[in-house]
């Protein structure tokens, strides 16, 4: 069955660090993957999803941004982290067509 | 603008109670429907795909009108267990490849 894992299950960071979150995905090839971020209190927003190996497409302009350097590996990375990043992170994949499968999140702080 | 909306509630219902709520969607085109649950700081989680003759597992019903473009939620005989943020999902077609709109969910807050 399929399996998809992320980490860190929280996070604490402060203005100005990188940040590094990565996914991965067991029991499937080529899926779709994705990242979102949920906001408190707000609703689910795409930030990247990705169709293949390097392909990355970016839903919204931002500090951030995704790579995929292997089939079922999906990183969420940011450079220098904003008090607007906070946010509860989520990854996720499908097959095509199918639902959508997240993965636990990534509850960010940055404070 | 393709959009996925829902009614934000919540919905505070006594146990036992029969409970609908109802979502529209905006791209004629959509072929996939979903409905997620998403329990307080946790993930959505898949509850059921609508499918275009209607679906039923257990105490929930799910519903597709494509002439009027919603998909409605059942849920009979309504459990504490039942208190979430349940999420419609429709595929946007014809937008971003394989991209999943979702709606800003339904809080149902079920009471003894």
């Known amino acids: 069955s399929q399996t998809i894992h992320q980490w860190p299950a929280t996070l604490v960071q402060p203005v100005g660090s990188p940040l590094s979150l990565e996914c991965t995905v067991e029991?499937?090839?080529?899926?779709?993957l994705y990242w979102y971020r949920q906001a408190a209190g707000r609703g689910l927003q795409l930030l990247f999803y990705?169709?293949?190996?390097?392909?990355i497409s970016s839903e919204v302009p931002q500090n951030l941004s995704a790579s995929r350097p292997q089939d079922r590996q999906f990183i969420l990375s940011s450079k220098k982290l904003l008090l607007s990043d906070s946010g509860f992170y989520l990854c996720a994949w499908t097959g095509v067509p199918g639902p959508l499968h997240f993965g636990n999140g990534t509850r960010l702080t940055v404070t | 603008r393709k959009e996925v909306e829902q009614d934000p509630g919540p919905f505070n219902v006594p146990e036992g109670a029969t409970v609908a709520f109802n979502c529209t969607y905006s791209n004629s085109a959509s072929q996939s429907f979903f409905w997620y649950r998403q329990d307080c700081r946790k993930e959505p989680k898949l509850l059921m795909s609508?499918?275009?003759s209607g679906n039923e597992d257990g105490r929930f019903t799910a519903q597709l009108n494509r002439a009027s473009q919603y998909i409605s939620l059942l849920i009979r005989d309504s459990k504490l267990s039942d208190s979430a943020t349940y999420l419609c999902v429709v595929n946007d077609y014809g937008g971003s490849q394989g991209n999943l709109i979702f709606g800003k969910g339904t809080k149902l807050s079920v009471k003894p």
């Open positions: 990705s169709v293949g190996i390097g392909q």
């Open positions: 609508v499918y275009s």
């Open positions: 029991g499937t090839s080529n899926p779709n």
